[in-house]
């Protein structure tokens, strides 16, 4: 079973800046099956990356995903207001189980 | 516009069966190149999935180990939509319940979530 661990729990920052989110796979997993997902609060997550680092459908180009191995990182190069969100890693190259990360919480500073 | 619309009881009795529909609109649950599943988030457990069914010339199914004996996901292709039956529900069933689709990629559509409570 494949456990994903996302760090920081929380980030603060303010808008305009840059935000850099971990996940990191309990054991090495292929990048073609990691994804990243947005959830705001009483909506259900929008997907925002797949593959690692394509973006979805309609996704702003401000959001980016990179990584191999065991550490993927979604960065966010500058920050808008409603980009403060949870943020959630998956990894779902053992279909049909999903695995899903604990989720980091990017709050406004 | 393609969209998920759930619906179901918010309240369910312990020991009682759950049961939610997901209506598809702009897509079709019959699709070749689709699967649609239902997950469930809690506070306690975080996102959970619970099983899925596609069609490849014919239905597949795939559950939870963990909820394995007591889940039933059916196409409907009539009403194009699928449900969920989850039998002997417990508390710990408690949950927000999505329907979602993969497609181009992984859970790519959702639902807009049923909040679900076992309780008496």
């Known amino acids: 079973e494949i456990v994903l661990t996302q760090s920081p729990g929380t980030l603060s920052l303010s808008p305009g800046e840059r935000a850099t989110l971990s996940c990191r796979a309990s054991q090495s997993v292929s990048s073609n099956y990691f994804a990243w997902y947005q959830q705001k609060p009483g909506q259900a997550p929008r997907l925002l990356i797949y593959g690692a680092s394509v973006r979805a459908t309609g996704i702003p180009d401000r959001f980016s995903g990179s990584g191999s191995g065991t550490d993927f990182t979604l960065t966010i190069s500058r920050l808008e207001p409603e980009d403060f969100a949870v943020y959630y890693c998956q990894y779902y190259g053992n279909s049909p189980e999903y695995a899903f990360g604990q989720g980091t919480k990017l709050e406004i500073k | ?120």
Do not use: M
Request: charged content about 10%; proline content about 5%; aromatic content about 12%.
């Open chain 2, 1 to 120: 516009q393609v969209q998920l619309q759930q619906s179901g009881p918010g309240l369910v009795k312990p020991s009682q069966t759950l049961s939610l529909t997901c209506a598809i609109s702009g897509d079709s649950v019959s699709s070749n190149s689709a699967a649609w599943h239902w997950i469930r988030q809690s506070p306690s457990r975080g996102f959970e999935w619970l099983g899925r069914t596609y069609y490849r010339s014919k239905w597949y199914y795939n559950y939870a180990g963990s909820v394995n004996i007591r889940i039933t996901i059916s196409p409907d292709t009539s009403k194009n939509q699928f449900s969920l039956q989850l039998n002997s529900v417990t508390p710990e069933d408690t949950a927000v319940y999505y329907c979602a689709r993969v497609g181009v990629g992984p859970f790519d559509l959702w639902g807009q979530g049923i909040v679900v409570t076992v309780s008496s």
